[in-house]
Antibody, heavy 121, light 107 residues
Framework: QVQLVESGGGVVQPGRSLRLSCVTS????????MHWVRQAPGKGLEWVAV????????YYADSVTGRFTISRDNSRNTLFLQLNSLKVEDTAVYYC??????????????WGQGALVTVSS | EIVLTQSPATLSLSPGERAALSCRAS??????LAWYQQKPGQAPRLLFY???TRATGIPARFSASGSETDFTLTINSLEPTDFAVYYC?????????FGGGTKVEIK
């Protein structure tokens, strides 16, 4: 079955960095675009970033452009999100999710359980 | 970016009743709209994509309709497991955007 497992969350001070990982299994990872979506405590869902199946193309939300970097290692079936220059408002549960085969806006059919990032001094 | 407005924010209903949730887009998204269910402490679960196509394993008591700017998710005969927050999401344009959610709570 399809599984996505995030890790790397934690408590970090404003201005510092963190790297999230999402290990996947149960599907052909290198055939799918992959996304990160976040959810601040008690709030709704906010899309963060997407990377194409081959890593050649990316899109980001304006709120994270220039600070966050999405990447992937298809040999390890793993998606990453590098979070730099963190702000208090970046505090959220970060989910990785599977998109479509081509890099077009898509519905997200499988989600991980999320990794909590808390930015606090 | 396309703004999705969900209403009502909260729906208080009893098991067995029918729920109708609305999602309105700030501009046409054609049929490129998805619905998700989220329970406390869990990840979202895809219910429908492309406005009316039911995702794998979604019970028939759930249905979805709409196009362009107006969409509806209907849950017939609510079961205890259906009490949750529901989100709509457009895939017409980047960035992907979500509605603010509708909480379906037990009356």
């Amino acid at each position: 079955q399809v599984q996505l497992v995030e890790s790397g969350g934690g408590v970090v001070q404003p201005g510092r960095s963190l790297r999230l990982s999402c290990v996947t299994s149960g599907f052909t990872f290198d055939s799918y675009a992959m996304h990160w979506v976040r959810q601040a405590p008690g709030k709704g869902l906010e899309w963060v970033a997407v990377m194409s199946y081959d890593g050649g193309n990316t899109y980001y939300a304006d709120s994270v452009t220039g600070r966050f970097t999405i990447s992937r290692d298809n040999s390890r079936n793993t998606l990453f999100l590098q979070l730099n220059s963190l702000k208090v408002e970046d505090t959220a549960v970060y989910y990785c999710a599977r998109g479509g085969i081509v890099l077009v806006p898509a519905a997200l059919d499988y989600w991980g359980q999320g990794a909590l990032v808390t930015v606090s001094s | 970016e396309i703004v999705l407005t969900q209403s009502p924010a909260t729906l208080s209903l009893s098991p067995g009743e029918r729920a109708a949730l609305s999602c309105r887009a700030s501009q046409s998204v054609a049929y490129y709209l998805a619905w998700y269910q989220q329970k406390p402490g869990q990840a979202p679960r895809l219910l429908f994509y492309d406005a009316t196509t039911r995702a794998t394993g979604i019970p028939a008591r759930f249905s979805a309709s709409g196009s362009e700017t107006d969409f509806t998710l209907t849950i017939n005969s609510l079961e205890p497991t259906d009490f949750a927050v529901y989100y709509c999401q457009q895939r017409s344009n980047w960035p992907l955007t979500f509605g603010g959610g509708t909480k379906v709570e037990i009356k």
